[in-house]
């Protein structure tokens, strides 16, 4: 199934994503600064050569297949970029450790999304942001 998921997800989300989100997402990660935490970062890494302003970026993504077809996209930005595969409700994520986080189109796929928010909020430092 994840297999599937990752090799259709894109052609079924193009005509969308060209047309309402590719504008949205641009205007949302245009404000991450520092270490940035990409929840769900799919089968593109579409977010990536978006990230203009920040240090860092740690991209978690639980479907394997998605995250090696997204590898091709960490060498479109200037920004370092390191892949994790994990799960958002138990992110590998040190507690307080990361400025900004940033969930695009992913809490539709997570399981438990309360579990998912609660584990992101625990990486994100004091002065924060999360830009969902």
């Known amino acids: 199934m994840q297999k599937t998921f990752a090799n259709y997800y894109d052609k079924a989300m193009a005509p969308l994503e060209k047309r309402y989100i590719h504008r949205w997402r641009k205007n949302l990660l245009a404000k991450t600064t520092g270490t940035v ?12 050569p978006i990230y203009e302003t920040c240090d860092k970026v740690i991209a978690i993504e639980p479907n394997p297949y998605m995250l090696e077809k997204a590898k091709h996209r960490t060498h479109q930005t200037s920004v370092p970029i390191d892949l994790v595969e994990s799960i958002a409700e138990q992110l590998p994520i040190a507690d307080d450790s990361v ?3 940033a969930m695009t189109l992913v809490l539709c796929s997570v399981m438990i999304w309360s579990q998912c928010c609660k584990s992101a909020n625990e990486c994100l430092n004091r002065m924060g942001n999360f830009w969902c």
Not at 37 to 48: K, P, R, W
């Open 99 to 101: 400025d900004t986080i």
């Open 37 to 48: 935490l990409e929840i769900g970062f799919g089968s593109t890494g579409i977010n990536f």
